[in-house]
């Protein structure tokens, strides 16, 4: 009996063990992570202390880091090993878990943290093909001797501070998630930046318009998916010539019309990643000096996608944000100049249908013969199951994305295989240090030439008063609409060959209207000779930027920051008191009627408190439906819509089209009913959402911000802001997405920069520093970036110092 | 007594030098092994000690600087304060240790037994 029980007390004692050591479900492993020597109690504010003194192996000599008071460190150093060497310690001390979890998704290795459930992610990632990309461009930037030395120092710098930690120190997520850190390697960074190449490139609609142009014929797709859309005031003002010989593209390749991707979607990056930045010339400022600003908008999350950094050596003195993962400085502004970013969102992906010799898709057709494809077997690790092998195929096309779902009348398998810039090798690391130590608009731009992916707009202002931007990246030279659709990969026709030249790039230096702008609106008017592709946003951001910056004159910071913020709605400007005209009165409730009464009164800034810019924002969103949903769901899907402006077109110009009929219904709808309809469903579906018309309507509450920790973890995040602006706004605030950097910067003697990101420099949740910044964001407030020259600090001063020192 | 403060005081110098949580199975289950009057000394005592450890260890670094994390993992775990934190971590320690001790007793007994009837 007493060796019954013994033996069952040892039982007992076991399975409390493997149950309390081991991750049971969403459940942490409860052992460790509630040990108070080791589990989430430490990771409390006792890591944000700053020590006077760090020993540090690895580094060539000293480094100073000033820290300011929101924990932004300025990393003063005696050589370009060191800075990046430091930079890496540092940002890894603040983020660690982020940027290993950021390059884990991007490299599709989710299984191996999270099990079985991430299987379908990490094939997708590994089949799009950023791990290879990532491979390429390493060997590809290895070659640059002095890029190889700022990654090498950047993951000796992160590799070291990895080996201090201690079980307590860990960061929180990994104890949440009960795995480690693994050695950092430039890989790493590589992966770090295709991901970001994905998230702004990776979306184009092609599968979707093939399938509206097979259904509904090419008439269709060309008079309601234009490339040039209403109202379109474009990055390079229209006057502006070209006075170059363009290079001829060959022939738009003929319809054609794929077999395969009827019952595909593409799961794309968010259609809302977007941004806005200008630059105004000293003649339009108070202080004579040019005066930038950006605002990149992406998805919000906690940690930061951005940390704020001051790098310093002898011959370099940068400031702005970075990618924790990548040395350097991404956005930002040196002693000379500053610049800042936008998605350019031309066509950089285009799709390709393969035909297969057989199910082992070893052999593809191209120009009527069988060509060996290069297959690529990934090996998909899983936390608590069987490694996953994945085969696929990758042609002179691409790799293929997706296969197995449809063969050719011929008996022949398909793929989609997917043709993309950032696959080529590319050093961007090389472009942007050239950009971080450019001193005038000619090293700037010599600079940006290395820049290949992803596209952007890159505004820039300098001290010597030049103002410019550039439609940026490496463009295939196309026929007209090239790209628009899936081609037939069997031969020549709609494979890129050519590039359009730098020097023939979209492209404007100190024009004579006094600023620059882009909002990811089309980059050229129609005079310009190359066709880049037609989804570019809308025009009501771009446009009102212009609008505002030539009406001001005697620019200051204050001006700037309420541009940033500005909340004015020029679509509802141009839509509603069109609407509001076809609303028979008599026909309302007594509430409906206050509702229209209140959207009549409305001044079209969308603030936070206002209840009609978010009624009208959902009677728009249901005319769209009413309009083109009929037509537009095709194999059980809603595809791709008609931008805002051109369905805003149709509505103004007619009364009655086809398409405003409802196909569901026996009546005939014209423009008038489907407005009626259309306001009467948005506040049926209001008042059941949000009860009663009344606070819980207003913007900032209906939809207001939620930014989430990266795992979408209840309790890590910061949801319900208050926030307002929104899609085709310039402050592009939306509920998971939105300005996630604003910054603006005076090009004077001594640059003055104001900026602020919707989190804080630590990763940590238990850190004051993990969002300390939201509230101030969430109003439009900025913060003084201290823009230091040297790292001597007085007593009386916020700034604190730690000398890293070298240790052997 | 005894068995509690001692196995308090190792637990908490072998985990402020290894941090690993099991150390809280491994010495309750020497220190029952150890002892030798009665089961309940064996059980409560260790659980006891560990108890006090744990909870009074997460109370330390809850005021000391853990304000923020304890109020975020509250919300995470669903615990609703930073009291059921603690007392959960100190009931978990209650109950490995008050185990472990358990064991330790039970083992010594089999052992002895047998040893004494070879």
């Given at each position: 009996m007493?060796?019954?029980?013994t033996i069952l007390a040892l039982?007992v004692l076991?399975?409390?063990?493997?149950?309390?050591?081991?991750?049971?479900?969403?459940?942490p492993?409860?052992g460790k992570?509630?040990?108070?020597f080791a589990?989430?109690?430490t990771?409390?504010e006792?890591?944000?202390?700053i020590?006077?003194?760090i020993?540090?192996k690895?580094?060539r000599d000293?480094v100073?880091?000033?820290?300011?008071e929101?924990?932004?460190?300025h990393?003063f150093?005696?050589n370009t090993?060191?800075v990046?060497?430091a930079?890496?310690?540092?940002t890894?001390?603040?983020r660690l878990?982020q940027m290993?979890?950021?390059?884990?998704?991007?490299?599709?290795?989710?299984?191996?943290i999270?099990?079985?459930?991430?299987i379908e992610?990490?094939?997708?990632?590994?089949r799009?093909?950023?791990l290879?990309?990532?491979e390429?461009?390493?060997?590809h930037m290895?070659?640059?001797?002095e890029?190889?030395?700022i990654?090498?120092?950047y993951?000796?710098?992160?590799?070291t501070?990895i080996?201090?930690?201690t079980?307590?120190t860990m960061?929180?997520?990994?104890k949440?998630l009960?795995?480690e850190?693994?050695?950092?390697s430039?890989?790493?960074?590589?992966?770090l930046?295709?991901?970001?190449?994905w998230?702004l490139?990776g979306?184009n609609?092609?599968?979707?318009l093939s399938?509206i142009?097979a259904?509904?014929?090419?008439?269709?797709?060309?008079?309601?998916y234009?490339e040039?859309?209403?109202?379109?005031?474009?990055i390079?003002?229209?006057?502006?010539?070209?006075?170059?010989?363009?290079?001829?593209p060959e022939?738009s390749?003929?319809p054609f019309?794929?077999?395969?991707?009827?019952?595909l979607r593409?799961?794309?990056p968010?259609?809302?990643?977007?941004?806005?930045?200008?630059?105004?010339s000293?003649?339009?400022?108070?202080?004579?000096f040019?005066?930038?600003?950006n605002d990149?908008?992406?998805?919000?999350?906690?940690?930061?996608i951005?940390?704020?950094?001051?790098?310093?050596?002898?011959?370099?003195n940068?400031y702005g944000?970075?990618l924790?993962?990548?040395?350097a400085v991404?956005?930002?502004?040196?002693e000379n100049?500053?610049?800042?970013l936008?998605?350019?969102?031309s066509d950089?992906?285009d799709?390709?249908?393969?035909e297969?010799?057989d199910d082992?898709?070893?052999e593809?057709m191209y120009m009527g013969?069988?060509i060996?494809s290069?297959m690529?077997?990934?090996?998909?690790?899983?936390?608590?199951g069987?490694?996953?092998l994945d085969?696929f195929a990758?042609t002179?096309f691409?790799p293929t994305?997706r296969?197995?779902?449809?063969?050719?009348?011929n008996g022949h398998?398909?793929?989609?295989?997917?043709?993309?810039?950032?696959h080529?090798?590319?050093n961007?690391?090389?472009a942007?240090r050239?950009?971080?130590?450019?001193h005038?608009?000619?090293s700037?731009?010599k600079?940006l030439?290395a820049?290949?992916?992803?596209g952007?707009?890159?505004?820039?202002?300098?001290?010597?008063?030049?103002i410019?931007?550039?439609?940026?990246?490496?463009?295939?030279?196309?026929?007209?609409d090239?790209?628009?659709f899936?081609?037939a990969?069997?031969?020549t026709?709609?494979?890129?060959?050519?590039w359009i030249?730098?020097?023939q790039?979209p492209?404007?230096?100190?024009p004579?209207?006094?600023?620059?702008?882009?909002a990811?609106q089309?980059?050229?008017?129609?005079n310009?000779?190359y066709?880049m592709?037609?989804e570019?946003d809308d025009y009501e951001?771009g446009?009102?930027?212009?609008?505002r910056?030539?009406?001001l004159?005697d620019?200051?910071?204050?001006?700037m920051?309420?541009?940033h913020?500005?909340?004015?709605n020029?679509?509802?400007?141009l839509?509603?008191p069109f609407l509001?005209d076809?609303i028979?009165?008599?026909?309302?409730s007594i509430?409906?009627l206050?509702?229209?009464d209140?959207?009549?009164?409305w001044?079209?800034?969308?603030?936070?408190?206002?209840?009609?810019a978010?009624?009208y924002?959902q009677?728009?969103l249901q005319?769209?439906?009413a309009i083109?949903q009929?037509?537009?769901?095709?194999f059980d899907?809603?595809?791709?819509?008609p931008?805002r402006?051109v369905?805003?077109?149709l509505l103004?110009k007619?009364?009655?089209l086809?398409?405003f009929d409802?196909?569901?219904t026996s009546q005939?709808?014209?423009?008038?009913?489907?407005?009626r309809?259309?306001?009467?469903t948005?506040?049926?579906d209001l008042?059941e959402?949000?009860g009663?018309?009344?606070?819980?309507?207003e913007?900032?509450r209906?939809?207001?911000?939620?930014?989430?920790h990266?795992l979408s973890?209840?309790?890590?995040?910061?949801?319900?802001?208050y926030?307002?602006g929104?899609?085709?706004?310039v402050?592009?605030?939306k509920?998971t997405?939105?300005?996630?950097?604003?910054?603006?910067?005076?090009?004077?003697d001594?640059?003055l920069?104001?900026g602020i990101?919707?989190?804080?420099?630590s990763?940590n949740?238990?850190?004051?520093?993990y969002?300390?910044?939201?509230?101030?964001?969430?109003?439009?407030?900025?913060?003084?970036i201290h823009f230091?020259s040297?790292?001597?600090?007085?007593?009386?001063?916020k700034?604190r110092l730690?000398n890293?020192r070298n240790?052997q | 007594?005894?068995s509690?403060?001692?196995?308090l005081?190792?637990?908490?110098?072998?985990q402020l030098l290894?941090?690993?949580?099991?150390?809280i199975i491994?010495?309750?289950?020497?220190?029952?092994?150890?002892?030798?009057?009665s089961?309940?000394k064996?059980?409560?005592?260790n659980g006891l000690?560990?108890?006090a450890?744990?909870?009074g260890?997460?109370?330390?670094q809850w005021?000391?600087?853990?304000?923020i994390?304890?109020t975020?993992?509250?919300e995470?775990m669903g615990a609703?304060?930073?009291?059921?934190l603690?007392l959960?971590?100190?009931?978990?320690g209650f109950?490995?240790a008050g185990?472990?001790g358990y064991?330790?007793?039970?083992?010594?007994?089999?052992v002895i037994?047998?040893?004494?009837v070879?």
């Amino acid at each position: 009996m007493r060796l019954f029980k013994t033996i069952l007390a040892l039982v007992v004692l076991l399975v409390l063990f493997i149950l309390l050591n081991n991750t049971q479900g969403s459940i942490p492993p409860l052992g460790k992570f509630m040990n108070p020597f080791a589990g989430f109690w430490t990771n409390g504010e006792r890591l944000d202390q700053i020590e006077e003194v760090i020993d540090v192996k690895g580094l060539r000599d000293g480094v100073k880091v000033v820290w300011d008071e929101r924990h932004v460190p300025h990393v003063f150093a005696e050589n370009t090993y060191d800075v990046y060497f430091a930079q890496g310690f540092l940002t890894a001390r603040h983020r660690l878990w982020q940027m290993e979890f950021q390059t884990h998704v991007a490299a599709g290795r989710v299984s191996e943290i999270i099990g079985s459930k991430a299987i379908e992610f990490d094939r997708k990632q590994r089949r799009r093909g950023l791990l290879f990309a990532a491979e390429e461009t390493i060997n590809h930037m290895d070659k640059n001797p002095e890029t190889h030395l700022i990654l090498q120092a950047y993951a000796n710098g992160v590799n070291t501070w990895i080996e201090s930690l201690t079980p307590a120190t860990m960061p929180m997520e990994y104890k949440l998630l009960n795995y480690e850190p693994e050695v950092w390697s430039t890989l790493k960074t590589a992966l770090l930046l295709k991901f970001m190449a994905w998230d702004l490139t990776g979306r184009n609609s092609e599968m979707d318009l093939s399938i509206i142009r097979a259904e509904l014929g090419e008439e269709f797709v060309n008079r309601y998916y234009p490339e040039d859309t209403p109202r379109m005031d474009p990055i390079i003002p229209s006057g502006k010539p070209w006075r170059f010989d363009p290079m001829i593209p060959e022939e738009s390749p003929p319809p054609f019309e794929p077999q395969f991707v009827r019952d595909l979607r593409a799961d794309e990056p968010d259609k809302d990643n977007g941004s806005n930045n200008w630059a105004v010339s000293g003649k339009k400022t108070a202080s004579g000096f040019a005066i930038l600003a950006n605002d990149p908008h992406l998805g919000l999350k906690l940690p930061s996608i951005w940390y704020e950094i001051q790098l310093v050596t002898p011959d370099m003195n940068v400031y702005g944000v970075s990618l924790p993962g990548a040395p350097a400085v991404v956005i930002g502004f040196n002693e000379n100049i500053s610049w800042g970013l936008t998605n350019a969102a031309s066509d950089v992906m285009d799709w390709f249908e393969i035909e297969f010799k057989d199910d082992s898709y070893t052999e593809y057709m191209y120009m009527g013969e069988w060509i060996k494809s290069d297959m690529r077997v990934e090996e998909i690790i899983v936390n608590g199951g069987e490694t996953v092998l994945d085969t696929f195929a990758i042609t002179r096309f691409g790799p293929t994305v997706r296969f197995g779902h449809y063969t050719l009348d011929n008996g022949h398998p398909t793929g989609l295989a997917m043709r993309w810039s950032a696959h080529d090798p590319s050093n961007e690391m090389d472009a942007i240090r050239g950009i971080n130590v450019a001193h005038d608009q000619e090293s700037f731009f010599k600079a940006l030439e290395a820049f290949d992916a992803p596209g952007q707009n890159f505004a820039f202002a300098g001290k010597d008063g030049d103002i410019a931007i550039r439609h940026n990246g490496k463009y295939p030279l196309r026929g007209k609409d090239q790209g628009k659709f899936v081609r037939a990969g069997r031969d020549t026709t709609g494979e890129w060959r050519e590039w359009i030249p730098d020097d023939q790039l979209p492209a404007i230096s100190n024009p004579w209207r006094g600023f620059i702008s882009s909002a990811n609106q089309s980059p050229v008017a129609k005079n310009y000779p190359y066709y880049m592709g037609w989804e570019y946003d809308d025009y009501e951001r771009g446009s009102r930027i212009n609008d505002r910056l030539a009406a001001l004159n005697d620019i200051r910071f204050n001006d700037m920051q309420q541009l940033h913020m500005d909340n004015f709605n020029k679509q509802a400007q141009l839509m509603l008191p069109f609407l509001i005209d076809h609303i028979n009165r008599d026909s309302l409730s007594i509430v409906e009627l206050k509702i229209l009464d209140d959207l009549n009164q409305w001044n079209y800034v969308s603030d936070p408190q206002e209840k009609a810019a978010w009624v009208y924002k959902q009677w728009w969103l249901q005319l769209e439906l009413a309009i083109w949903q009929d037509e537009l769901t095709i194999f059980d899907e809603i595809r791709e819509l008609p931008t805002r402006s051109v369905t805003a077109e149709l509505l103004l110009k007619n009364k009655n089209l086809i398409f405003f009929d409802d196909m569901n219904t026996s009546q005939k709808e014209d423009r008038k009913q489907i407005i009626r309809k259309a306001f009467h469903t948005t506040i049926a579906d209001l008042t059941e959402k949000l009860g009663d018309y009344g606070e819980a309507w207003e913007l900032g509450r209906a939809r207001g911000t939620d930014i989430h920790h990266l795992l979408s973890v209840n309790g890590l995040g910061r949801p319900g802001l208050y926030t307002g602006g929104g899609q085709g706004i310039v402050n592009a605030t939306k509920k998971t997405h939105g300005p996630s950097w604003r910054m603006i910067v005076e090009m004077g003697d001594h640059p003055l920069a104001k900026g602020i990101y919707p989190g804080g420099q630590s990763g940590n949740p238990g850190s004051f520093y993990y969002d300390n910044a939201i509230d101030n964001w969430v109003k439009g407030h900025y913060y003084d970036i201290h823009f230091l020259s040297t790292p001597e600090i007085t007593s009386e001063s916020k700034l604190r110092l730690t000398n890293l020192r070298n240790y052997q | 007594m005894i068995s509690t403060l001692i196995s308090l005081v190792l637990v908490f110098v072998l985990q402020l030098l290894f941090y690993s949580w099991w150390w809280i199975i491994l010495v309750p289950l020497v220190v029952g092994f150890m002892e030798k009057d009665s089961v309940s000394k064996a059980a409560l005592g260790n659980g006891l000690g560990v108890f006090a450890l744990w909870s009074g260890m997460s109370l330390y670094q809850w005021l000391n600087g853990g304000e923020i994390i304890v109020t975020r993992v509250a919300e995470v775990m669903g615990a609703g304060s930073g009291i059921v934190l603690v007392l959960a971590t100190g009931l978990i320690g209650f109950l490995v240790a008050g185990i472990a001790g358990y064991a330790g007793f039970s083992l010594r007994k089999v052992v002895i037994k047998e040893y004494q009837v070879s």
